[in-house]
């Protein structure tokens, strides 16, 4: 039985504790924000927090995350409050097909809890997601913006 704490909700669901974290998110809780891109941690559409870091979940046994706190991007907004990340992609219109965008978020969001006010440099090493519509130039817009927001 596998307990795992998502988004500060307490879940308990019977699954092999080598399943990837991504499928337990998606498939036993039902959260779907988390994307499946790849299967092998490169391009970041499964990014979410765990403990505050931001790690690849397609990568991550459900074994590896029990006992600590998981955020997917369905809990990072207050309520219906967007999160300053959030609302600077949408006034940067950051999301062309929107589909690495839940998990870019995840990884900025965690960038700027531990660097409040990045460089182009530090974007550059800890945003490693990709974005196959190529909307590079309005993610560093939109990083900056939620950094003096």
Sequence with gaps: ???LTINGKPYEFDVDPTTPLLWA???QVGLTGTKYGCG???CGACTVHIDGTAVRSCS????????KKITTI???????VL?????????HEVPQCGYCQSGMIMAVTAL????PKPTDADIDDAITNICRCGTFQQVREAIHAAAKA
């Design 1 to 3: 039985m596998a307990r």
């Design 25 to 27: 998110i998606r498939e």
């Design 40 to 42: 092998i941690a490169q």
């Design 60 to 67: 991550v046994p459900v074994s590896a995350a029990e006992g």
């Design 74 to 80: 369905e809990g990072i907004a207050a309520g219906d």
């Design 83 to 91: 999160s300053k990340v959030q609302q600077a992609w949408l006034d």
């Design 112 to 115: 700027l809890q531990e660097k």
